[in-house]
């Protein structure tokens, strides 16, 4: 009784801690369409604020307007995050630069705009429009290349206080229960850069918050020595966080303003001297992608897979590794830690990520919020759990066999009383000869090893229901366009699996003499030319199942067809699996290949997917 009392309270004060967040302190993210991830993944639990990207601007109109191929991840994605978490507040960020992100494009489009009373009223009302179509509740605008340029700020001081206008009278006389929207910028790491200047007053007056994007300070493209992108110190430059946010305080920006960002992604050097791997060690361009950007997510796997650990450098508050020639800088979950400890000592208003799904099992998400990992937390209350119930079965079992030890001695000592006088032949078997007994009946009874070969076991990741594996990994190429589940998603998984299994191979590397082919695309290649044995995994290979794995094969590569329609039900599968004589029809080149076959080019240019390493990462808008 006294036990069971002491477990729910030590339940219930565990949830009580998990619970009791501070109301004001901000936990923002972003997701960018470009990042391929979809939407109803986001655990919105853990944030306060959620920002979509980008809506850009009509340079003849000046109204916002969504990319057709982001129109439908954009107008879904308020009333997506809200279902899983209500309380969170989804924002719709504007992209002011010329262009796409990606290309390195200054402002001069916007601030072309904002030069002109009429133009700016059509891009502030269109903006109010816009968010409050989709269910946004307020309006972010990443302006952080404002320093390529040298046009007249004052402008833009004047574009924002209309803004702040038009947002505080939108609900005047309104009926409507509906809360003001919000407005927030993401800005540079200065506030002044070759003498231009943000508006900062304009700033300090008209906006929610500004958030500091903090990283991308050096990447591989730029810098001929390794770095971390996103340090909050460097004791020899000026290049780094805790820099530019004593700026922004220095020119009068209210620490109560100020949001840090947070980077979810590294950078690949490529090292002159893969003995010199120190941070700052001289190297010549980029690694593993196309700009050397890669995913938290990807980092954490490619480290578990070359077994390496990163190091901590707590000068910079960054982390970093080095596998042969390849450098890696990012932050881990110290590093964030770390950081966000910063935010709260320095008195900012809180931390937002560029960008969300990078994350690898919301690790660095949860690192963020300072919440213990759900899993930890779960093996703890078990830990505790299992101890206490394991101490009362200990104690109930020394009762029991104490009285029982008793009541046999007090019987045998009777049975020997009596014995003496009635059965002067009983034989007594030892304990030593019951052992002997018993132990070859076990031995006997052994479990088999069985004849199936070895059986193989973001593996916990694979195995996890509530995240999609690896970058696309077991989700079909419908899911990931256009968020539709289709019949057949089952069966692409399926598909993925079983390849995997045969194989023994991961799904997020790369294959090939080129190394340019997915798992899908190198097993069908080979397929195809008849070199299936090469594509299984050697320690399956026996002469009498050869045709067995090769029709495996076959049947996989059916499941994970481009099309789920041209997919086979499971029943096929079953069915093809287990008959020997079923027609294995001729697999079609499966999702994400890289090339085309020349019968599809025709119908399916348009359709080209492409899922060869660099696309892994983000294009990041900086
Ligand atoms: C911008 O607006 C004009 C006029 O409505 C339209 O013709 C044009 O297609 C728009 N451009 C984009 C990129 O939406
Ligand atoms: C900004 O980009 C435009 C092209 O989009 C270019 O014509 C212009 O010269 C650039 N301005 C500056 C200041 O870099
Ligand atoms: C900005 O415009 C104001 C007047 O609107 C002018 O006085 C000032 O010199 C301009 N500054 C620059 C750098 O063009
Ligand atoms: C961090 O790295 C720099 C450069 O390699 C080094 O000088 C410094 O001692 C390191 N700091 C720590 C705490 O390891
Ligand atoms: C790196 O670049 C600087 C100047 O851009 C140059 O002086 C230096 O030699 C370069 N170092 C290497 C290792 O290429």
Redesign the pocket.
Known sequence: MTILSVLLLFILLSIQLNTSTAQTWIKAGYWYTGSASPVPNINSDIFTHLICAFAYINTSTHDLFLSTTDQQHISTFASTVKRNNPSVTPLLSIWPQNGRPGNHENSSNFLRMADQPAHRKSFIESSIKTARLYGFQGLDLYFTNLLSTNENMTSLGALFDEWRVAVDSELKGSSENQEKLILTMAVHYLPELNSVSYPIDSVRRNFDWVHIRSYDYHTPLID??TAGHTPLYDPSSMVNTDYGINEWIRRGLPTSKLVLGLAYHGYAWTL?DPRDNSIGA?A?GLAITRDGSLSYEYIRRYLKDYRVNSVYNSTYVINYCAIGSFWIGFDDEEAIRTKVAYAKKKGLLGYNVWQVPNDYNWELSKAAAGEVNKHDHFKRVLAFTLSIVASVILLLGCIISYHRRRTIISKVKQMMNRGKSSSPNQQVISFADIREATNNFLTENKLGEGGYGPVYKNNEIEASTDRIVGTYGCVPPEYIKQGTYSRKYDVYSFGVLLLQIISGKKNYNVYGPHQNLNLLEYAYVLGKEGRGMEFIDPSLDDASSTYKLIKCMQVALLCVEEKWAHRPSMLEVSTMLSNENANVPIPRRPAFSTNKDEEEKSTAAKEVYSINIATISQLLPR
């Open positions: 001929n020595f002159v001289p010549k």
